[in-house]
């Protein structure tokens, strides 16, 4: 692993140059890295952070993808980590030309990475950096708690696909003062008119004395003013702070719940468990984006590189050698799909859709077919649609509002069902459906969709942690619920109850798994 | 202080160093970034290498080697908690019908999931769909196709290639010793991690080692015999290099350049060769009752067995692959036995007979030990119950062991004793050869860790 060398820098420099010509924003900084294919399969299980903290699962895959590495050797291109400053590893066998091309893919990675809404909590964060800092503390507190660091590990990690990551970006999102009003705030519109019930004169007097004072000492406003109120009104402070204390976020997830009502994480001796849990929930956190954008990332990426490559002077001669590579990446393939492929036909295809106009009432309600296919009103917006789009959405959303009839009949995408005819002893593969809704949801069930599961105050007794889950239609992974109900029982101190749903004959059955001792009971006959 | 300098230098570096003349030196260290820039990822100093940061002290730690962390996996049943670490199969396939299995350390992180495996819908779809005989539907996948709903687009066939009858003893003979590079290492595993018993030294036989000569090292420009096809890829190579090849167009072996040295004999040498000490006959039924499930389950046991045998003889373990229906064969390799499946009836002596027959022909029974692992769904319409036991008699005269699985069939009643079991209690030949016989009766769905539950069974 190391520095790419001048040489290549300066094309990577030249490529940042076109690409912000275009359009694409990101900072400045950005680091590249030569890697061997043995060196990703060791980074992969550690989702490509170097600095990640050790963990035992991780050495096991590592274990494993070296055996399979013998068996399916394979030879990826690049990889993009979402830091500050972004980090980028590339093979150590490419060409100059591949790297032009690469390099591009990379920006528009990094582009899509620094921009996109679903990125927002991991924008102000040198992630490799602060992985770095966790795992000392993690190898640190290794020394002194042994494996029962990894227990914690292991038993956070075990609903660290449930945080509450919608949570956190919309408390990131919210105001400030929303969500933590000051003082004055607080004895403006709170104090005086709902604690105190004031009248309207007297309200207004205040209102007076605040703007004398803020005119007199603007730079002391509060601190007079407060002085003024805690004589007059001995109780405000406690009010205030009671009124705080009822504002503090509820806790957004299981994890957080746990760190801050658990018994037994409150012991002295066990506050140290807090700090790993917090390591492993905010890792989980960093990369959710990442899944949930996918499609979206991987066809914004290839767009660009097909945008700009060709564009570039610097790759004279070697446009077929290109052509070559990108209908690897970008082919439909039969059977199958290809997230590649399928992102980078529908940001050209909206593209196109927004540039004529198409997305719009106007078009909507044309419902002659040859009207439609004439349908141009050259608003040349489409590059800022798809700006836009990559700005504020994930695969879902991307997916589900633009997988249309068009575009699914476009690129003849099917569905494709299999099934045996034993005549010929042979699987045969058809055409299912051409439907584009299918497809759709064929797709959408493929995204990532964590179960909703919530701690239930309401049904909370005698110290036992009762978890509801929302069902949705699936019911959860019967298997798993055991291990993972040990590890919450082990976090809490305590009974764990969890209310779930089980489908029995194809209809969903409520049951009640319990956790108590390490043994796992249900309520099913 | 040189000396404690060394602890930190990889293990290349260090050998040089000891080796090294005396005046050689080696270059000095950077002190920016560290010992070796291009040091491994996981070495304590990883930010010395991304961004020349100081390294912290101390020295923290590697990869965990697998000994280790079956170690770990070994204190968490102590500590109260469940074992995590399985052993899986990642299975490719090749051509001609071969495969390589490789044997890989897995483990299941757990969490809430939704299920994907059942759904509302799907059930009631099976119910609709039952008078639909001749099609069942197994899938759908997202893909690409131009046509009318309703086409088939391309088909598949549903057994691999290469199945039907084990004949070309060539084809699947390279699988056998991929299996076997990775056998060693499950058998230490399952020694290991399961607890599965070391074998009891029943008068085995001490290990014979002969010396072979063999023509199979190389040897440029001269030796004893010729290798043709070795040579001419050299010849190519060497064209290759002066530009000479185009591989494009038919090559023409007139413009060829050749170089004496391109010339690859083959040279006699002394190997070193270990006689086996134990031989292993694994047989089962591969009828059409075992289709599916029974035959997974038979096979992933029986590689395991192979596996902690070949780790128990150091690797000196001889195999012989039988199958049965009615009538029974000789199978060469591994994967002729994992992929055969025929659709007739059942006799299990014709097995018993077969292997009563090699271990007289070979006289193999004054030179090994021989076990004989069975696997089976427990049907059997050996028609003369005599004569079976006394095909079966015969066999406890030589074995050391025997172990004889049975699948039950999820469509069988589960309290009723098969036909095979049947006998062997009518004829009570478990008491009777309580020391060599084990039998185990397993349902078709078993995990691997009831698998090999069952192989502790067979060989305790």
Redesign the interface.
Known sequence: ??IIDQHTKEIMEGCKVRARDAGLRFDDES?E?IVTNQ?LL??SPKGMI??LY?Y??H??E???GR??Y???PHNPYETVINSRPP?SFYNDNNPDWLNVMIFYHVLAHIDFMQNNGYFRHTWDDDF?GLA?ADK?LI?DLRTRHG?WV??VI?FT??????TGYYQVLSDLNAAEYIAKPGRLDYFFDVFLQKVKNVQAPEYLKEIDDFNRIKRESPLDVESILMSGIRNRFPEFENLYEKYQAEKTPKPRDIIEYLMRYSPFLNKEENEWMKSVMQIVRNTALYFEPQRRTKIMNEGWATYWHFELFLQDDRIKGHEADFARVNAFVTS??????NPYAIGWRLFQHIEEMAEKGRISYDFEKILDVEERKKFDRKTGKGRDFIFKLRNELCDFNFINTYVTQDFADR????????????????????????DADD?KK??I?SLI???F?TVSEETQRDGVLSLV?QY?????????????M?GIEYLWGGEVKLETHL?Q????EKITYVMKD?KLSSDAS | MRKSDNNNLPEKVKREIENSDVGHRMPEESKRFGSD??SH??SPD??S???AIEP?SPH??T??S?DE?LE?DE?RNK????RK?NI?K?I?PGRAGSK?I???????????????R???????HE?SRDSDS??????????????????????????PEGEGEGTGAGSGSGGEHEIGA?AYELGKVLTEKFKLPNLKDKGARKTVIRYNYELTDMNRKHGQVLDKRKTLMEIIKTNINLNRFDPDMPPKPENFIINPRDFMYRVLSKEKEYESQAIVFFVRDYSGSMHGKPTEAICSQHVMIYSWLMYQYQEQVMTRFILHDTEAKEVPDFYSYYNLNVAGGTKIQSAVDLVNEIVEKENLAANYNIYIFYGGDGDDWSPDKNLFDEAFSKLFSYVNRMGITIVRNSYMAQDKLTDFELFLKERSILEKHKDLIELDVISEDADDKRLVEGIRNLVS
């Open positions: 692993m190391e680091i890295y060196d060791e980074l170097p600095t050790d035992w699962v050495d096991l590592i274990l494993k055996r399979e013998e068996l399916y980090l490799v770095l000392r190898n494996r990894d227990y292991e990690r075990g609903i660290d696909n449930i439909l393939p039969k059977l199958g799909m690129h003849n995408l099917v569905i494709i069902g299999e099934r045996v005819n034993e005549q010929r002893m042979t699987k045969e593969y058809y055409i299912k459906s051409k497809y064929l797709i069930d969709h964590p179960p599961i889950h949705e239609g699936k019911q959860l992974i019967p298997e798993f619920i055991e291990n993972v040990t489908i004959k194809g209809q969903p390490r | 820039l291009s990822i996981y990883d930010f290498v991304l961004q912290p923290y730690r990869i965990k697998l962390l770990r204190q500590d109260g908690f469940k670490i899986g990642i490719k390589k490789i044997i890989v350390p897995t483990t299941t992180e757990d969490k809430f999931y939704h299920d994907s059942v759904s509302e819908e799907n059930e009631n119910d001749d099609e069942t539907e197994t899938g759908e996948s997202a893909g690409t196709a131009e046509g009318e709903v309703g086409d088939v687009i391309g088909e598949r066939p549903l057994t990775s």
